[in-house]
Structure formats: C-alpha cells, structure tokens
C-alpha cells in the first residue's frame, strides 16, 4: 500500500534520492554521460531543502510513500506556470519515481492529488515539460495531454530539445485518472 501527503523539510533528503536516481536512469539513453553526470545526490538535496524551506503560496510538492516502512517512492511538484508564453496556468515542475515503483498506476495517482489541489487553487490548465525523446511521454499522453510547443535546453553543456505537453481543463483530466 502506498500514501501521498504533502512534503516537508526532512523529506529533502528522500526525495534528492528518488530524483537523481530515477533522472539517471530515465535519462541515460537520452543525454550525453558528461551532462547525465553533472546531477548529483548532494546538489539535489540543497535544492529540495531550499524549494521545501520557501516554497511559494502555490507552489506544492507531495510524496508518494510505501505505508510499511514510510519509503518515499516518489513525487510530484509544480505551481504557476512559468514561462507565460503558453495559456495553461499551472505546472508540473517535478514528477519522479524510483524505477521499481514504475507502471504501477502510482504515478496516476501523484498526477490526480496534484490536479485536484491545482484546481482547488483556482487553476485550470496544467502543462508539463519533456524532453523530446523520453519515451516517458507517453504517460501523459495516456491521459489525453496535447503536445503544445517545443524548446531547446541546457543541461550540463549539452543542449537538447523538450516538448511542452498540457491540459487545458483540470475536470477533464480528473475524469481521466
């Protein structure tokens, strides 16, 4: 059995671990080993401690934990949408989970409690940013997400392309999950 619940401060550690190695592994076919190495567990954790110690008014972050032992298996965050060039509202910064814990219906179930709370706030579009080539991009797509527009990034030294997936009704996408 598996909770999700809203993260706090000493969650930083657990979810710097989830991330960097679920990035790792999602990413390994996908970027060059100077850029996949340039995250680690100690950069990530300053930054969960520092998202989790000032995170905005609409800005959330929740954990999915395994109830036997309280192991965080993964997360979703976001908040406001970013960049203002795009007419969703909302987005998902962040959603990870360990490989183990993957196509289980979990990460469903991370995108419904951070919908639902979104739309709560008042929004209602949410996007969500893929690198262009993740096969994971099919989960969203699962639940009907429109591609919407594509950008280069940078990570490490390499630059590489993501594509905006998005939502423009939050009740549609509740119905979905």
């Not at 709560?120 to 969203?140: A, K, M, Q």
């Not at 429109?146 to 939502?167: C, R, S």
């Amino acid at each position: 059995m598996y909770s999700i619940r809203e993260a706090n401060f000493e969650d930083a550690a657990s979810i710097a671990n989830v991330h960097v190695s679920s990035w790792k592994s999602t990413y390994q076919e996908l970027l060059e080993e100077k850029d996949l190495s340039n995250m680690t567990y100690e950069n990530r954790k300053t930054l969960w401690e520092t998202i989790l110690k000032i995170q905005k008014d609409n800005q959330r972050t929740y954990v999915m934990e395994r109830t036997h032992d309280n192991k965080i298996v993964g997360f979703i965050s976001g908040g406001p949408e970013r960049t203002k060039r795009f007419d969703f509202d909302a987005e998902i910064y962040n959603i990870y989970l360990l490989d183990e814990f993957q196509k289980k219906g979990l990460g469903a179930q991370l995108l419904h409690k951070f919908t639902l709370e979104m739309k709560n706030l008042g929004f209602e579009s949410i996007l969500v940013w893929v690198l262009t080539r993740n096969p994971s991009s099919r989960f969203y797509e699962r639940y009907q997400a429109k591609p919407i527009g594509t950008e280069d990034t940078t990570i490490g030294k390499g630059t590489y392309q993501e594509t905006a997936y998005g939502w423009k009704q939050l009740d549609k996408l509740l119905e979905l999950l």
